[in-house]
């Protein structure tokens, strides 16, 4: 039977503890730049160039913090990123008056879903400007499908629920996009996904 060298194990033992101290600080880094980036995104969903009735506004580029958490820290983190914005922006529409909720589903449509779908950003680092774009598109998707099922009844007389849906959720996400994907243009110019907070 062979006995271990002491030295040996030591060493061992102490590569061991730094590699875990080392995992726990990104961990604590990841989390602590998660909470930033989406107060800041809640910060921004309050500055609002227009706010549409029954929900949804042009902001002062309230998605960007959230792209920028994906394409930092992957999708995984951006997905929880923007499902926390989404229940941040549920938390600041209900305070200002401006959400009408009909069902839970629509509740889920509407923010930790369209919000959450903003993370999958992190699968396009190389692209991020496709990746906003796609994005983009898919929160409109979830939006869509909410206006479709939960939102007809507001549609003018003889106008199609999809043809409502798309005008409506279009209204707003059209200039966000715009308004999104020049900034993120800007932060990927100037190299702000390397930066560190």
């Not at 906003?132 to 939102?151: K, M, T």
Request: overall charge positive.
């Amino acid at each position: 039977m062979m006995n271990a060298q002491p030295g040996k194990v030591g060493e061992s033992a102490r590569k061991s503890a730094t590699l875990s101290t080392r995992k726990e600080i990104e961990q604590v880094r990841i989390l602590a730049e998660t909470v930033v980036l989406v107060a800041l995104s809640g910060a921004l969903y309050l500055f609002r160039f227009f706010l549409l009735p029954q929900g949804g506004a042009v902001t002062l580029g309230s998605m960007v913090p959230v792209f920028l958490l994906a394409l930092r820290r992957g999708p995984r983190v951006g997905i929880v990123g923007g499902v926390a914005f989404g229940l941040v922006a549920l938390v600041e529409d209900l305070y200002s008056g401006v959400e009408v909720i009909f069902y839970p589903a629509q509740v889920i449509l509407d923010y930790p879903l369209a919000f959450g779908v903003l993370g999958v950003a992190g699968f396009f680092r190389r692209i991020p400007i496709l990746g906003v774009g796609i994005c983009v598109a898919a929160r409109f998707c979830s939006h869509f499908v909410s206006g479709v099922l939960f939102f007809a009844s507001f549609a003018p007389a003889g106008m199609s629920p999809f043809v409502y849906s798309a005008l409506y959720n279009g209204g707003f996400l059209l200039p966000e996009f715009v308004i999104t994907a020049a900034l993120m243009f800007v932060l990927v110019r100037v190299k702000a996904l390397e930066l560190y907070l």
